[in-house]
C-alpha cells in the first residue's frame, strides 16, 4: 500500500483533528488476517529485543483472547530516532510506532506527523477502555502533547502507582566499599570518617570524598578516575547549580534564556571544568565517551564515583554485572550515593512517562480498537498478572486468594534465581507503562540474590519522603517552553542542544581556552529562537 | 548425583498374562504395546547435535579437544550440523571497479586454525558416519560493512553460489571428506533482523529461493550432485511455514532442495502439556498435502533444536541449560517430534566453545547452549558435563538411522497430557527399546511390550533419567541403573518416577 503522506498541508490535519474513531472511519488499510481469522498486528517497540510475538504462550493467550496475531519487532535502542525515521520514510511503519517524544523533538516529529497523516488520532471517548482511559488522566502535561484538543498516541506511563514522581533516577553510585577502607586507613584522625551510614552527603561532603579517592588511588581498588559520567550527563557536577537539564531555562521575569549561558549554569560549568583540568578527577577519556563508557569504567573498578540513570532495570543489570567480582560487598560497591547542596537534592525532573506509542494513520478503526483494547486488558488486574506470574493454571494458581507459583513454569537456576521465560503479555505491556510499580512483586524482582530492589526501593523512598519535604531541587526546563511547538524552536532545538553539549566538552577538556570563546560559540540561532519563544510567552 | 530414591517395580508378569496382553495387541493408557500397526517412521535418520566450527580455537583450555572427542563419542551421534564463516577464507577481493558482481573475483586462504578445525570436525564425522548439514551463517561481509556489497541480494548473489561451490568443492575434492549430505544456505533466513545488526535484513523467501537454485546448479556443475541444500533451515513455525509452503507448492523448488529443515526452539508449556508433537503434525500435514515426497525422499528435519524460555537474547544462552529439567524437556521434545515424522533432531549445542556473541564495544562471549564447557575462562561448574548431555545421549544411542519408530496409540495429549512414549525396533531389527517420559510430579505405573520382531538378548536395560537416579559410571558418562533378565518382547512393569525420562533397551546403550 503506497501513501502519499507528505506534502499535504495543515487543512487536511484540521479535517483529521474533528474527527473521532467512530465518526471518521477512515480504512485505507487493508486487514490481514492469519489462518485462523485471527487480525495480524504488526507491533514494534525498543523494548522488544529478542521477542518476536511468534513463539510464546503468552503472547498466544492474548491473540487468541483478542482475535489477533501479534507480529512483533524491536528498534535497536542506539539509533532508536534513526530506526522510526527510516521507517516512516521507507513507508515500512507497521501498525504502531514506539517513539522517543522528547521536547525537541515534539513539534519536529509529533506534531508534523499529525498535520502528515502519518499517525492517526486516538478516540477523543476512552470509556470503552477504562484502564487506559484512566492511565491517561493521570499523565503529565497531557494537555500540552494533545493538538487541537486531541491526542495522536498513548504516552508510556513509567509507573502506574506513584504518578506523582515526575523526577528521575538520575543519580551517583559510589565504591563505598573503598571510601570505607580509606577511612581505615585514617582512623581517628580530624576529618575521618568519610562514610556516612545512609550514604547522605553535603557538597561539601562530596567534595571532600572526591579529593579523598584522588588522593589515595592505591590500596581502594585500581581506579583511574575518581568520577566518571555517561556521556550524556557531563558535567554532572553541575546539576548542583543549574536550573534546567537541556537548551532553555526562565530568568527572574519569567523570559526564557538559554540554559547553556544562564548565571548559575556557568557557575557549575566552571566547576566541572576545574574537576577536569586542574584536578584531574574526571578520566582525559571522558571527552571522547560513548554510550555505556562510563559503566565499563566503574565495573572494572576504574571510577569511584559514577553517573547515570539508574533506572531500576538500569541499576539492577550494573550490581548483576558487578556481583561474580564483589559477591557480598555488592551493597557497597554500588551504593547509592545523596547529596544535597543548600540542603536539597538536585534531581532533573522527568515527566511520569517515557516515550510514546503512536499509531499508523492508515491502519483500520478496527485494528486500532483491538490494540486500545490490548493495551487495555494488559493494565487491568488479570492482564498484569498474566504479564507477571504467566498463565494461571500452568505458572500459577491462586490458593486463599494468595499467587502460588508452580515450579514447573517458575524454575531457578544455580543460584536459586527464577530462570527467565520471554512473556509476551509482558512485553506487550510495554506499550504502555514500563512497570516499574510491578518491581515490589515481581517473581524476578524478588527473587534475586543480589537484592537489588531491597537498596533501590529504599532510595525511591527516601527521594519520595525528600520530595514530600520539598528537599528536592528540581532540574527541568518549563514545560511552557519545554512542550512548546514553534516553528523556528522545532527546526532548531535538536542541533542547538548537540552544538551546545559539544561546546560544553570542548570548554571543560580545554580546547576552548576561556569563559568568553565559550559564550561566543552560541550562534545567533539561540537569540533568534529564544525570541519566538518569548513572543509566544507573551514578552 | 544423589542417589537413593527407589524407583522401580520391576516384574515379569506371567506368560499367561503375557499371552493376553499378545492378544490384545492395543494395549491402554497404563498398558502400552508398541505394534506393526503403529509404526510412525519406517527409516529414522538419527539424533544428533550442532557441532559447529569453533570460532576462537585459541580460546580453548589445554587438553580439552581430546575431551570434546571423548564426549562426542559417548554421544555418538548420526547426524551433525557444521556451520561456518566465508569470510574466514575469502582473501584479495577485487570487484574490478565495476558494478559487474560476475566478474568478481577473490582468492582463499585455507591454511588457518578455523579450516583446521572445520576439518578434524568432518573427519572425525566421516569416521563415524554421521551425516553433516554444512553450511554458511551467513554471506560474507561485517554486519555494519557490508564490504562485499552482499547485503541487498543476500545469498541470491551470483558470487554467493561460487563461493559455496568452491569450498565444498575443496572439502569433498581436495580434502576427501565423504559426510557431507546437505549445505545450509544460510542460517535462518526468515530471521531478517536490522541493517547493522543483521546481514539478513534484506532477505526474503523469494531470495533465498533463487540463492537455492543458483547453488543447486553451481553444485550440480561441479559433480557436487549428491549433496543436498537443506529446504528452509527457518525458525519459528511461522517462518517455517512460509518457506516450506512457498518450497512444496513450486517444482522446480522442490527439485532443487534435498530436505524440509527447520528450527524449533519451543516454549516450555509446549513442551511440557505434549502440543509441539501436534503442531509439528499439523504443518507435516499440510505439506505434504503439497508434496507427496515430504518423508520420502524429502525427509523433515530439525537442524537446530531447543528450549526457548531460558533464552537471553542479548546473550544468546539459556538459562536452564544446567538444569535436569533441560534434558527433560529436550527429550520429551525429541519424543513429539518423532512422534510427528520428523526423521531427525539435531541438539543445539554441543560446547559453549564454539559460538560467541560479539559485541559493539569489541567483546565476545560464549553462547551458553552446550552440553558443556571448554573455554579456558570457564568455572569449573561451566566445564562440567551438563545434565542434558546423559538425556541426550541415551536417545542418540536408542534412536540409531535405519530405526523403526513406534507410537504406542496412546500420546494424545488431550487424553494424557503427562505420559509420552515411542517404541524403537533398531536397523535390521538388531534390538528394540522404548524411550518414554513421565511428566507429571507424581510416579505412574506402567506395562512396556515391543509386539515385534527383533534380535532379542533376553534382558532389558533399565535407563532412568532424573535428579535423584541418573547413574554414571566411572568414567563420567550415563550408565543403566538396573538389567532385567526379562525381554521387551514380554512386558516390563514399571513405576516411573515422577520428572522422569525412562530409556529401556534391550542392549546397552
Known amino acids: 500500500m503506497k501513501k502519499t503522506k507528505f506534502g499535504l498541508g495543515l487543512c487536511t490535519a484540521a479535517l483529521v483533528a474533528v474527527c473521532t474513531l467512530a465518526g471518521c472511519g ?59 525515521y527510516t521507517a516512516i520514510n521507507g513507508d515500512n511503519i507497521g501498525d504502531v510506532i514506539h517513539f522517543d517524544l522528547r521536547d525537541y523533538n515534539f513539534g519536529a516529529a509529533y506534531e508534523t506527523w499529525v498535520d502528515q497523516m502519518i499517525v492517526k488520532q486516538i478516540p477523543d471517548d476512552l470509556s470503552r477502555w477504562p484502564n487506559l482511559e484512566n492511565m491517561i488522566s493521570h499523565i503529565s502535561n497531557i494537555d500540552k502533547l494533545k493538538i487541537d484538543g486531541h491526542l495522536y498516541g498513548i504516552p508510556v506511563m513509567r509507573d502506574l502507582v506513584n504518578y506523582d514522581k515526575t523526577y528521575s533516577d538520575m543519580i551517583y553510585v559510589y565504591r563505598r566499599d573503598w571510601l570505607e577502607q580509606i577511612d581505615a586507613n585514617h582512623v581517628g584522625q580530624p576529618g575521618y570518617p568519610l562514610t556516612h551510614d545512609n550514604d547522605e552527603y553535603t557538597f561539601e561532603e562530596f567534595q571532600k570524598i572526591m ?65 577536569v583540568i586542574n584536578k584531574k578527577y574526571y578520566s582525559q577519556d571522558q571527552f571522547n565517551f560513548a554510550a555505556n563508557t562510563a559503566t565499563g569504567y566503574y565495573k572494572s573498578d576504574q571510577a569511584a564515583i559514577y553517573y547515570d540513570n539508574f533506572s531500576f532495570e538500569n541499576y539492577k543489570k550494573l550490581r548483576v554485572e558487578m556481583y561474580p567480582k564483589v559477591l557480598d560487598k555488592i551493597d557497597k560497591a554500588t551504593a547509592i550515593m545523596k547529596v544535597k547542596r543548600d540542603d536539597k537534592y538536585s534531581i532533573e525532573g522527568m515527566e511520569n512517562w517515557f516515550s510514546m506509542t503512536l499509531f499508523n494513520y492508515d491502519i483500520s478503526d478496527t485494528k486500532m480498537e483491538k490494540i486500545l483494547s490490548l493495551m487495555d486488558y494488559l493494565l487491568s488486574e488479570e492482564g498484569t498478572r498474566l504479564a507477571i506470574y504467566g498463565e494461571q493454571g500452568y505458572d500459577y494458581d491462586i490458593v486463599d486468594g494468595q499467587i502460588v507459583l508452580s515450579s514447573r513454569g517458575w524454575e531457578k537456576d544455580q543460584y536459586g534465581e527464577y530462570i527467565k521465560k520471554i512473556n509476551g503479555a509482558k512485553m506487550l505491556r510495554k506499550m504502555v507503562c514500563l512497570g516499574n510499580e510491578t518491581a515490589s512483586y515481581d517473581p524476578y524482582t524478588l527473587c534475586d540474590r543480589t537484592h537489588t530492589y531491597e537498596t533501590w526501593s529504599k532510595f525511591q523512598n527516601d527521594m519520595k519522603a525528600a520530595n514530600e519535604a520539598h528537599k528536592i531541587r528540581y532540574v527541568e526546563e518549563p514545560s511552557d517552553i519545554m512542550w512548546m511547538s514553534a516553528p523556528m524552536k522545532n527546526e532548531e532545538t535538536k542541533s542547538m542542544l548537540d552544538d551546545a553539549n559539544t561546546y560544553v566538552l570542548k570548554y571543560c577538556f580545554d580546547s576552548i581556552k576561556t569563559q568568553p570563546e565559550y559564550l561566543a560559540k552560541f550562534s545567533s540561532v539561540w537569540g533568534d529562537v529564544l525570541a519566538e519563544i518569548n513572543q509566544r510567552l507573551g514578552f | 548425583m544423589k542417589k537413593g530414591r527407589k524407583f522401580l517395580t520391576l516384574s515379569m508378569l506371567t506368560p499367561c498374562i503375557i499371552g493376553v496382553a499378545s492378544c490384545s495387541k492395543k494395549g491402554s493408557l497404563e498398558e502400552l504395546v508398541f505394534n506393526k500397526d503403529n509404526v510412525v517412521i519406517e527409516h529414522f535418520d538419527g539424533l544428533g547435535v550442532e557441532w559447529g566450527t569453533y570460532e576462537a580455537p585459541d580460546k580453548l583450555s589445554s587438553g ?49 586454525k578455523l579450516m583446521d578445525n572445520t576439518i578434524d570436525i568432518l573427519r572425525y564425522c566421516d569416521e563415524h558416519q554421521i551425516d553433516v548439514a554444512f553450511g554458511c551463517w551467513n554471506v560474507p561481509g561485517h554486519v555494519e560493512i557490508d564490504e562485499y556489497d552482499m547485503f541487498t541480494e543476500v545469498t541470491s548473489d551470483i558470487r554467493w553460489a561460487k563461493m559455496t561451490a568452491d569450498i565444498l568443492e575443496y572439502l569433498v575434492k581436495v580434502q576427501g571428506i565423504r559426510s557431507i549430505k546437505y549445505f545450509v544456505n544460510s542460517n535462518e533466513p526468515n530471521y531478517t533482523g536490522l541493517p547493522g545488526k543483521s546481514k539478513n535484513y534484506n532477505n526474503t523467501f523469494a531470495i533465498w529461493s533463487k540463492g537455492v537454485k543458483n547453488v543447486r546448479a553451481a553444485l550440480d556443475a561441479r559433480g557436487l550432485n549428491k549433496i543436498g541444500i537443506v529446504g528452509g533451515d527457518t525458525t519459528n513455525f511461522e517462518g517455517t511455514d512460509e518457506y516450506f509452503s512457498g518450497i512444496s507448492q513450486n517444482a522446480e523448488l522442490r527439485q532443487a532442495v534435498g ?95 564454539m559460538h560467541f556473541m560479539y559485541h559493539d564495544d569489541g567483546t565476545m562471549t560464549s553462547k551458553g547452549w552446550g552440553m558443556f564447557s571448554s573455554l579456558g575462562t570457564d568455572s569449573a561448574v561451566k566445564q562440567k558435563i551438563r545434565p542434558w548431555f546423559h538425556s541426550s545421549t541415551l536417545l542418540t544411542n536408542l534412536m540409531r538411522r535405519g530405526s523403526k519408530i513406534i507410537d504406542s496409540g496412546f500420546n494424545d495429549p488431550s487424553v494424557e497430557k503427562n505420559f509420552r512414549s515411542l517404541g524403537v525396533i533398531g536397523p535390521d531389527n538388531s534390538y528394540a527399546g522404548v524411550a518414554a517420559v513421565n511428566r507429571g510430579a507424581k510416579p505412574v505405573h506402567r506395562t512396556f511390550t515391543i509386539d515385534q520382531e527383533f534380535n532379542d538378548s533376553g534382558k532389558t536395560y533399565v535407563y532412568l533419567y532424573n535428579q535423584d537416579d541418573l547413574e554414571l559410571g566411572q568414567d563420567g558418562f550415563v550408565k543403566y541403573n538396573e538389567v532385567i533378565d526379562a525381554s521387551l518382547r514380554k512386558t516390563i512393569e514399571i513405576d516411573v518416577p515422577g520428572d522422569t525420562l525412562l530409556v529401556l533397551s534391550s542392549k546397552e546403550l
Open chain 2, 64 to 112: 580439552s579437544w581430546e575431551r570434546s572427542l571423548r564426549i562426542m563419542d559417548r554421544l555418538n551421534p548420526q547426524v551433525a550440523r557444521v556451520m561456518l564463516n566465508y569470510d574466514w577464507f575469502i582473501t584479495n577481493a577485487d570487484d574490478h571497479g565495476d558494478y559487474d558482481k560476475d566478474n568478481d573475483t577473490w582468492d582463499y586462504n585455507f591454511s588457518n
Open chain 1, 26 to 84: 477512515k480504512k485505507s488499510g487493508e486487514d490481514e488476517y492469519d489462518d485462523s481469522g485471527r487480525l495480524i498486528l504488526n507491533l514494534k517497540n525498543v523494548y522488544w529485543e529478542g521477542y518476536n510475538g511468534l513463539e510464546d504462550n503468552y503472547t498466544e493467550i492474548l491473540n487468541n483472547k483478542f482475535g489477533i496475531s501479534v507480529q512483533a519487532s524491536n528498534y535497536s535502542y542506539d539509533d532508536w530516532d534513526g530506526d522510526v
Open chain 2, 259 to 353: 530436505d524440509y529443515g527447520f528450527h524449533v526452539y519451543a516454549p516450555n508449556r509446549m513442551i511440557d502439556l505434549g502440543t509441539l508433537g501436534p503442531t509439528i503434525k499439523g504443518m507435516y500435514d499440510k505439506i505434504k498435502g503439497y508434496d507427496g515426497e515430504l518423508g520420502v525422499s524429502r525427509r523433515p528435519h530439525i537442524w537446530e533444536a531447543g528450549l526457548l524460555d531460558g533464552k537471553d537474547p542479548v546473550a544468546d544462552s539459556n538459562g536452564y541449560i544446567m538444569n535436569f529439567s533441560y534434558g527433560l524437556r529436550m527429550a520429551d521434545y525429541t519424543i513429539q517430534s518423532a512422534l510427528a515424522g520428523v526423521t531427525s533432531v539435531v541438539y543445539w549445542d554441543f560446547d559453549d566453545a
Open chain 1, 211 to 275: 579529593d579523598a579517592f584522588a588522593a589515595e588511588p592505591q590500596g581502594v581498588g585500581t581506579k583511574q578516575c575518581v568520577l566518571v559520567d555517561e556521556y550524556w550527563g557531563f558535567p554532572s557536577v553541575a546539576n548542583f547549580y543549574k536550573d534546567a537539564p537541556h537548551c532553555y531555562t526562565k530568568d527572574s521575569s519569567g523570559r526564557a534564556i538559554n540554559a547553556f549561558t544562564a548565571p548559575n549554569y556557568l557557575q557549575g560549568l566552571e566547576y566541572g571544568r576545574d574537576l
